[in-house]
């Protein structure tokens, strides 16, 4: 089975009321985080949760330390791209 997350939130006075990404362990997952979390620390972790599965295309029961630590590393290395761009920053 191939699984392709897919954010949906559920509002309730324009506010989430419950976040899946259509898989019934990461959705749990970002249930439990809602209900000990604030709603920002749960929206990012159900976004960046979208952003994984979305480039490791994997079951979440089958994802490994190495998948992990592989995708972590290819963003460092695109955010280190950016930075090397012609824009200059700021000094600190």
């Given at each position: 089975m191939t699984?392709?997350?897919s954010l949906t939130q559920h509002l309730l006075a324009g506010q989430p009321e419950t976040i899946?990404?259509?898989?019934?362990l990461v959705d749990d997952y970002v249930?439990?985080?809602?209900a000990r979390a604030r709603r920002n620390t749960w929206?990012?972790?159900?976004y960046d949760l979208k952003v994984f599965f979305s480039?490791?295309?994997k079951e979440?029961?089958?994802?490994?330390t190495a998948d992990v630590?592989?995708?972590?590393?290819?963003?460092?290395?695109?955010?280190?791209?950016?930075?090397?761009?012609?824009?200059?920053?700021?000094?600190?």
């Amino acid at each position: 089975m191939t699984w392709t997350p897919s954010l949906t939130q559920h509002l309730l006075a324009g506010q989430p009321e419950t976040i899946t990404l259509g898989h019934p362990l990461v959705d749990d997952y970002v249930a439990f985080v809602g209900a000990r979390a604030r709603r920002n620390t749960w929206l990012a972790t159900a976004y960046d949760l979208k952003v994984f599965f979305s480039q490791v295309p994997k079951e979440p029961t089958r994802v490994t330390t190495a998948d992990v630590f592989s995708f972590i590393k290819a963003q460092r290395h695109h955010v280190t791209e950016a930075r090397s761009c012609d824009w200059k920053q700021p000094p600190l």
